[in-house]
């Protein structure tokens, strides 16, 4: 089952403006990943947040990490046409019949306009 | 460094045939890992590797098989191959032995069955 969920599925700005995505999970982390998939490639790490951190910055993103609810958010600032892609989160789980295993959420396609 | 390289990019089978797909990373890492990527479903796991010799199974590992003899190569064999593994195949890599750092993919590898 998939443990991250992403939210919303999609979402279509104008370049300038803000996109912020949400990401829910269902067991206790060590971290939480956020990845770019450009279509037809493969995935690009955007950032990670380990489960102590509440808050993460590098350049545009901004990424917060709510472990009381489960859930994560990636906000790109002044988004360009390029961001245009698809962005899924990842948990990194450090025990039980998780460790080891990475897990994905479904995604949020992206589509920033000109 | 060429980063995390797979073969085929491309590939038809016939129901019932059986390949290997090959995946390879110049960087040293211990952790590899193998995903398939579906229309609306995100990544899934099917394989995942420590280190050489240790092999584990991921979220949907029937059909496919994996070894780890070296630290470079983590190829993923289809015994008999079915229209359902028709998807996209990712490898990837990281420097910690667990999905607790940031993972490098190739580019993959689209996978269809006859």
């Known amino acids: 089952s998939q443990q991250g969920e992403e939210d919303p599925q999609a979402l279509s700005i104008q370049e300038g403006e803000n996109a912020t995505m949400n990401c829910s999970y269902k067991t206790s982390i060590n971290n939480l990943q956020w990845y770019r998939q450009n279509s037809g490639r493969g995935l690009v790490h955007l950032i990670l947040i380990r489960s102590n951190e509440r808050e993460k910055h590098s350049g545009r993103l901004r990424v917060t990490l709510d472990t009381s609810k489960k859930s994560s958010s990636l906000l790109i600032t002044a988004s360009r046409a390029a961001d245009t892609a698809s962005y899924f989160c990842a948990t990194g789980n450090a025990g039980g019949t998780s460790y080891g295993k990475l897990t994905f959420g479904q995604g949020t396609i992206l589509t920033v306009h000109p | 460094n060429a980063g995390v390289t797979q073969t085929p990019k491309f590939q038809v089978l016939k129901t019932g045939q059986s390949m290997t797909l090959q995946c390879a990373q110049d960087m040293n890492h211990e952790y590899m890992s193998w995903y398939r990527q579906d229309p609306g479903m995100g990544l899934r796991l099917i394989h995942y590797?420590?280190?050489?010799?240790?092999?584990d199974q991921g979220e949907v590992p029937n059909g496919y098989n994996v070894s780890r003899s070296t630290t470079e190569d983590f190829p993923l064999r289809l015994l008999s191959a079915a229209p359902s593994q028709t998807s996209v195949y990712f490898c990837?890599?990281?420097?910690?032995?667990?999905?607790?750092?940031?993972?490098?993919f190739g580019p993959g590898t689209r996978l269809t069955v006859l």
């Open positions: 590797s420590v280190g050489a010799g240790i092999t």
């Open positions: 990837a890599s990281s420097s910690s032995p667990g999905p607790w750092d940031e993972q490098f």
